[in-house]
């Protein structure tokens, strides 16, 4: 399946690019979202608003391999929608 055409689809995030373009980047980790079934996707958000940039792999340790290594993995809420695997700050 091709992903949304809306997405642009990176391997890995940019850490100084990510500070340039969002106020607040976060990283959240989906798994098997209605978007992308079957796969794992980190996309970026600017502090509460989604944005277009997006990881897409078929495990969770491939997709972590995408995130800059200088974030820190903060977890999930109970609240979160059920798909969301961890968010990255």
């Known amino acids: 399946m091709a992903e949304p055409s809306e997405d ?8 100084a690019r990510l500070a340039k373009q969002t106020k607040m980047p976060l990283i959240v980790v989906y798994n098997n ?5 079957n796969k794992y996707v980190a996309r970026v ?3 509460n608003r989604p944005t277009a940039l997006v990881a897409v792999a078929d495990t969770l ?3 972590r391999e995408a995130i800059p290594q200088d974030m820190y993995n ?3 809420t109970p609240q979160d929608d ?3 695997v961890e968010v990255w700050l």
Do not use: L, S
Request: hydrophobic share 35%.
């Open 45 to 47: 958000w600017d502090v």
């Open 74 to 76: 903060i977890g999930r």
């Open 33 to 37: 979202p209605e978007d992308y079934p």
């Open 8 to 15: 642009r689809v990176v391997r890995a995030f940019d850490r």
């Open 61 to 63: 340790e491939e997709i």
């Open 82 to 84: 059920p798909c969301i």
